[in-house]
Antibody
Framework: EVQLVESGGGLVQPGGSLRLSCAAS????????MCWVRQTPGKGLEWVSY????????YYADSVKGRFTISRDNAKNSLYLQMNSLRDEDTAVYYC?????????WGQGTLVTVSS | DIVMTQTPLSSPVTLGQPASISCRSS???????????LSWLQQRPGQPPRLLIY???NRFSGVPDRFSGSGAGTDFTLKISRVEAEDVGVYYC?????????FGQGTNVEIK
């Protein structure tokens, strides 16, 4: 069974940093591109970033470019999102999802709250 | 960026009756590989999104056959043939053809 479990969310002050993790199981992690998608409270979905299976291709939304860094460790079946210079508007539930053109499995999400 | 526009934003439906959601993209979703990467996601209350339909009309594993997708180019439709109580939630279209990936605003399906 494919499972994606996010962790690392929490309360952080504006300007602070946080590192999210996504632990994958039930499939060969190193064969799949992965992405992060966020959802602001009561609102819709916003794609954040994508990383290819070998980390050779990486893309970011303009809203996070230069502040967030996506990475992965295929030996640990894990995906990461390093978030720096956090802003109020980054407050959201962050989901990791499997896939490149189609995101077929999603985690349960981890809540990031940016507030002073 | 490709803008995805869904209509309606809210859809009150009687149990057992059909429901239909439209999604229009600001540019063609036909990829250079010939595929059209238009997906439909369902988000039940308090749950993460779940893939229902991919590449316009392909039902994902475990998705009931009352869900169907159609369309081409820039106009797409998700249909539920007979709405059941478990179908309550928000439905999103999403394009996977071009970066950044983009989503529709969501359509709230509720029971009348």
């Amino acid at each position: 069974e494919v499972q994606l479990v996010e962790s690392g969310g929490g309360l952080v002050q504006p300007g602070g940093s946080l590192r999210l993790s996504c632990a994958a199981s039930g499939f060969t992690f190193s064969n799949y591109g992965m992405c992060w998608v966020r959802q602001t409270p009561g609102k819709g979905l916003e794609w954040v970033s994508y990383i290819s299976s070998s980390s050779s291709a990486i893309y970011y939304a303009d809203s996070v470019k230069g502040r967030f860094t996506i990475s992965r460790d295929n030996a640990k079946n894990s995906l990461y999102l390093q978030m720096n210079s956090l802003r109020d508007e980054d407050t959201a539930v962050y989901y990791c999802a499997r896939g490149f053109t189609v995101n077929d499995y999603w985690g349960q999400g981890t809540l990031v709250t940016v507030s002073s | 960026d490709i803008v995805m526009t869904q209509t309606p934003l809210s859809s009150p439906v009687t149990l057992g009756q059909p429901a239909s959601i439209s999604c229009r993209s600001s540019q063609s979703l036909v990829h250079s590989d010939g595929n059209t990467y238009l997906s439909w996601l369902q988000q039940r209350p308090g749950q993460p999104p779940r893939l229902l339909i991919y590449k316009i009309s392909n039902r994902f594993s475990g998705v009931p056959d009352r869900f169907s997708g159609s369309g081409a180019g820039t106009d797409f439709t998700l249909k539920i043939s007979r709405v059941e109580a478990e179908d309550v939630g928000v439905y999103y279209c999403m394009q996977g053809t071009q970066f950044p990936r983009t989503f529709g605003q969501g359509t709230n399906v509720e029971i009348k």
